[in-house]
């Protein structure tokens, strides 16, 4: 939470004391559902995006709304520089296994258990013959988003910046809990344009998949070119808290994957986890996230200059 | 723009000085001189003064001064003050004269004297529009919230002003922005008005003289911002005598002395005022588990005005005032080493000199000096920052007052500031290493102006206020400017010399007023101004809050400009007991400021905090009623206000116009007061014979004193916000889109105050009144805010979202006592 933030919320507690509150039933205008784009790429490994649509806000939200918010049958096609690369929708019953977790993470379910439900996703189209043809992200490429629904199209432009090695990652024992640990990533920041940076990590054998840590971004505009120790404290799922949240266990072996962005993407985070904060703080101005697609789509069309580390915990 | 030589506008106004003396033909002679209050010896402002035999007269300046030229002979000199005695005197004019008079306060409620009220009806005779003047008096009767008397509260009461939510002090005049308001103490403009979080003003209602507030046809002395002028003036200090007053409130003391330091040459006030929630919070905190989430939490704020006043002569006086004002927010938490220091607040000081080069040549030369700092401490562990902000104002100010002849009251000035801004900036550190938070870059600013006003009685019916005014700003270095590209993107680094001019801005300001009386009860008026404004505050549209920072124009920022038409008409009843008007008015504002869609303010490091600002422009129409009763034992006013307000920026809400938080369709409000004298206390008395029979020392006690009852009645209609409409999920996480911006209303606001005063017995030299003020006594839900509450969780499938409506303050009844000697 950022400080003006933190303010609002320790003044928030001062107007509690004094306040009354009453559930009431808001009337909100038909508004026309649109298109969102969550789509990525990063070195050596093929994009992905997944389409879906916004539904009403007081809408009653369990898994199967979720399942019914995919947008099928869009043309979405990446700009490489020098190929237009056209791909393809896949959905539970093809999914390969590669793009399984994205399902389980967007879903909120196992990925054993994603066969039960719905899920779909873009990504690019298996090339047996010709493999070397198959897009992977490039560093320093920029690339191209082009969605089509319905006649509609929506663009948006990433880059793939170049990742920034962390000089170590060491342990940062509990006070009080000595089985309970932080992370702490030294990170030397290259001095100059650039420095957004993104945080995921995983617990092999616990995660299935990688989740953001708490705090998931920053940024180098107060320690441009400095060496600075970065604290990770482990991310959850959602639905899934519990008093080791925040903490790596002893023994843990733990993947961490370490992101540069280009601003644009930066920024749609920053708004966004904004928002993520601002849920239920009352006098918190409305956050709209930001987002770097063109034609009237939200999301995001993002790459992460991504290089992974694994460290063991203890 | 164009270019008009600030020296061809000087000839302009001499020429106009000029022209006066040139149609000079009979013998004319001046009577002059000062108007004060009798008991302290305070200066009244805008006090009538007129011949008897001409009907014609002036009011008095804001430092009592007053000149009239007539051809010789034998007048009677009328003086008159609402709640003055009228004041008659026979001169023989053969000469100039040099009357100074002292008014005594009315001590009985009387029908006002016949000759009074042919002059009484000074709303429907001058020029002015959109201009109320008040007592302080007349406020410390009414209802207030926690029993803190707040000018700005009452102001907010009048048509054509909006308040800026439930408690909050903060107000929007026809439609304009929090910073298009021009704020003076003592001439000293005051940056943020607000304590605790908007709660409160800065103003102490005990070191306060008069208030008068400038909403329409806003005349040429005063510029530099588009909506409205609130001049508050402070207390010169008893001359006469020593007079301590003070009271004990629900949130704060205060205390105020005055006396001459000579009496009748020179006097002193100093007043001051704090809160005590911090004194009482840590008893709440350890025994009541509801106060356990302010536990480490402290504030307070405080005030403190003086002020001196020395006669040197008859022709010279000077006068010299200061305020000084925090908040203080403190937070602590012990376990995790973290905390949290917010201290901000004015600082003016003005040194003033009057000086009479002449009878009928008053001149006033100011000096100001005007300070707004915000700033926020965070300690955790090893890890400080210093977040802070600021404005700071160096003024100069000439105000000649002209008075050749009857017919003709002028005015010329010039005014200078030098400006310091600063911008949101940081410094942070981490044990021995210093985060690299960049320069701190102040932006430095020339602004000033010069200006020409004459209030000409063309004919007995037809009044002119015509003026012009000036004005120009330049922003100066040392500056370094971040050049970004279209994304936002770092592309250069300008870097600016000291003085070096980097960019400037000037204008010519017309400003008119017209009147046409049809008879001495009815009267029909008409605007038009233009306004620049040079400076300009970036909020974020939630709420107005002690972090909202001042800026300049700049290469990037134009100033805003304002164009006003209004139309009015003024009609008095019973012998002027009774005023009313309506008023129409249709404004343009240009170049109005805001933060980019998306936008979080932050620390400015390696860039410029206009570099996220969009422009666009603002439009407000509205009519306005007015009916207000100024005699007698009932006393208050009924204003109503049906109004539209809208923005259009390109960037924001697709370029479509959206309403104002604040734009209320309706806005209506009652205020009245009565004071039971002698008469209608028997009666009630009378009618109280429970009370009689009962406790007759009870009644007896109720019989001995003068009570107040005052109360007030506010409609509005809700606040515009904006909402989410839609959700969607991303990473497995629910976002929000929200629909178009200020596209919801909340519920309408309504709340009924009342208040009971009860004057203690002038026996002996010491005097103490209660007051018992009831906020909200019918404890109206109204709402503050909405917010959204999301329970349960998406994979078990019971996620489900509320929507929760807050309202502030129940029905809150609170005494206060007030003592004088």
């Known amino acids: 939470m950022s400080v003006k933030g933190k303010i609002i919320m320790l003044f928030t507690c001062v107007l509690f004391s004094l306040s009354c509150e009453k559930d009431i039933t808001i009337d909100l205008q038909d508004i026309k559902s649109k298109i969102v784009v969550e789509g990525h790429i990063e070195p050596g490994l093929p994009p992905y995006i997944i389409l879906s649509h916004t539904f009403p806000y007081f809408t009653y939200a369990d898994v199967e709304t979720l399942e019914n918010l995919f947008v099928h049958n869009a043309v979405i096609t990446i700009f490489d520089g020098s190929v237009h690369h056209t791909l393809q929708e896949y959905c539970s019953d093809s999914l390969p296994d590669s793009l399984a977790h994205f399902g389980a993470l967007y879903l909120g379910v196992d990925i054993a258990d994603l066969s039960d439900h719905n899920f779909c996703i873009y990504s690019i189209k298996a090339d047996t013959i010709n493999p070397a043809n198959i897009l992977v992200g490039e560093l320093g490429k920029t690339y191209n988003l082009s969605v089509t629904v319905d006649g509609v199209t ?73 060496t600075i120790d970065v604290l990770f404290r482990r991310g959850k799922r959602m639905g899934f808290t519990d008093i080791y949240t925040g903490y790596y266990s002893y023994g843990d072996t733990v993947v961490v994957k370490f992101c540069t962005m280009d601003k644009a993407h930066y920024e749609f985070w920053e708004t966004a986890l904004v928002e993520i904060d601002n849920t239920g703080n009352p006098i918190a101005a409305a956050t709209q996230i930001a987002t770097n697609m063109k034609g009237g789509a939200l999301g995001i069309w993002g790459a992460y200059g991504a290089i992974y580390d694994t460290v063991i915990v203890n | 723009m164009r270019l008009l030589k600030p020296y061809s506008l000087l000839l302009l106004m001499l020429g106009i000085l000029l022209i006066p003396n040139v149609i000079l033909a009979q013998k004319k002679y001046t ?23 001409l009907l014609k007269g002036t009011t008095t300046n804001p430092y009592g001064f007053y000149s009239i030229t007539v051809p010789e002979g034998n007048y009677n000199l009328v003086v008159s003050y609402l709640g003055f005695e009228t004041y008659v005197q026979e001169i023989e004019l053969k000469e100039n004269l040099r009357v100074n008079v002292e008014l005594a306060s009315m001590v009985i409620t009387t029908e006002v004297v016949v000759i009074e009220a042919e ?19 007349q406020i410390q009767v009414l209802p207030a919230l926690l029993g803190e008397v707040d000018i700005l509260k009452v102001i907010q009461m009048l048509p054509g002003v909006q308040s800026a939510g439930e408690g909050n002090s903060g107000f929007y005049v026809r439609g304009g922005g929090p910073d298009q308001n021009l704020i003076l103490l003592d001439e000293a403009v005051i940056y943020n008005v607000s304590h605790l979080f908007g709660f409160f003003s800065i103003f102490n209602a005990d070191a306060v003289k008069s208030i008068e507030l400038i909403k329409g046809g806003m005349p040429a002395n005063y510029g530099g911002r588009l909506a409205s002028v609130l001049n508050v003036t402070m207390k010169d200090g008893n001359n006469k005598k020593w007079q301590v007053e003070g009271g004990l409130g629900a949130i704060s003391s205060k205390l105020t002395i005055q006396g001459p330091i000579k009496k009748n040459v020179s006097s002193f006030i100093v007043s001051g005022r704090r809160t005590y929630y911090d004194i009482f919070l840590p008893l709440l905190t350890k025994n009541n588990e509801k106060f356990k989430a302010f536990d480490g939490s402290g504030y307070y704020f405080y005030d403190l005005n003086t002020k001196i006043n020395y006669k040197i002569s008859d022709k010279d006086r000077i006068f010299l005032s200061g305020y000084f004002g925090r908040d203080v927010f403190t937070y602590k938490q012990s376990q995790s080493n973290f905390s949290v220091r917010v201290p901000w607040g004015n600082a003016t000081m003005s040194l003033r000199w009057n000086h009479l080069f002449s009878d009928k040549l008053f001149v006033n030369t100011s000096l100001i000096f005007s300070d707004y700092k915000f700033s926020l401490e965070i300690v955790q562990n090893e890890f400080e920052m210093i977040l802070f902000s600021g404005i700071r104002d160096y003024n100069a100010k000439l105000d000649f007052n002209y008075y050749p002849v009857i017919r003709h009251n002028i005015k010329f000035g010039a005014n200078y500031i030098y400006h310091v801004f600063t911008p949101s900036s940081a410094s942070a550190s981490q044990g021995d290493v210093e985060f690299d938070t960049g320069d701190i870059i102040r932006q430095y600013a020339h602004e000033g102006a010069l200006y020409v006003t004459d209030q000409f009685d063309w004919t007995d019916k037809f009044q002119i206020n015509a003026g012009l005014r000036y004005s120009m700003f330049s922003h100066t270095g040392p500056f370094k400017r971040f050049v970004k590209d279209t994304q936002g ?14 960019k400037t801005y000037h204008g010519l300001e017309p400003r008119v007023t017209l009147r046409y009386r049809f008879n001495t009860k009815s009267s029909v008026k008409a605007a038009y101004t233009l306004n620049n404004q040079y400076v300009h505050m970036t909020t974020l549209a939630g709420m107005s809050l002690p972090t909202d920072v001042w800026i300049g124009s700049s290469d990037i920022v134009k100033p805003q400009i304002g164009t006003q038409y209004a139309l009015g008409y003024f009609r008095n009843f019973l012998d002027n007991k009774y005023e009313t008007s309506v008023e129409v008015y249709y404004k343009t504002m240009k170049n109005m400021i805001e933060y980019k869609d998306g936008h979080l303010p932050g620390d400015n490091v390696a860039d410029n905090p206009d570099n996220n600002l969009t422009f666009g422009d603002g439009e407000s129409y509205g009519v306005e009623l007015f009916i207000k009763k100024r005699m007698g034992d009932l006393t208050g006013w009924i204003g109503y206000t049906l109004a539209k307000t809208t923005r259009t920026f390109e960037e924001i809400n697709d370029g479509e116009p959206f309403p104002t938080r604040y734009d209320r369709r309706h806005d209506l409000a009652i205020v009245a007061a009565y004071e039971i004298d002698k008469k209608g206390k028997r009666e009630v008395s009378d009618t109280l014979k429970f009370f009689k029979r009962n406790m007759k020392k009870w009644g007896n006690w109720f019989r001995a004193r003068d009570w107040v009852i005052a109360g007030n009645f506010v409609y509005a209609t809700g606040d515009a916000i904006t909402l989410p409409v839609a959700r969607y999920m991303f990473e497995g996480k629910i976002l929000n889109e929200y629909g178009p911006r200020n596209s919801f209303r909340m519920k309408d606001y309504h709340r009924a105050d009342i208040s009971i005063t009860v004057k203690g017995r002038k026996r002996k030299r010491f005097q103490s009144d209660f007051s018992l003020s009831i906020y909200n006594i019918y404890s109206r839900a109204n709402p503050y805010f909405i917010y959204f509450k999301n329970e349960g969780e998406i994979e078990e499938g019971t996620l489900d979202i509320k929507a929760i409506q807050v309202s502030l303050f129940p029905i809150m009844p609170t005494i206060t006592w007030h003592f004088k000697f």
């Open chain 1, 154 to 226: 929506y663009t948006a432009t990433t880059t793939l910046t170049y990742p920034v090695p962390l000089d170590a990652i060491s342990t940062v024992v509990h006070p009080t809990n000595d089985s309970l640990f932080h992370l702490r990533g030294t990170l030397s920041d290259p001095v100059g344009a650039g420095g957004y940076y993104r945080v995921f990590t995983q617990r092999i054998g616990k995660d299935e998949y990688l989740l953001p840590i708490f705090s998931s971004i920053f940024d180098d505009h107060l320690i441009d070119g400095q």
């Open chain 2, 31 to 53: 009577v002059s001189g000062y108007i004060n209050e009798e008991e302290t010896g305070e200066d009244l402002i805008s006090a009538t003064v007129y011949i008897k035999e």
């Open chain 2, 119 to 137: 002059r009484a009806d000074k709303n429907v005779n001058n020029s002015d529009m959109g201009t109320i003047e008040m007592q302080i008096e």
């Open chain 2, 489 to 502: 993107n770092g592309m250069d680094t300008i870097i600016y010399k000291k003085n070096e001019n980097i």
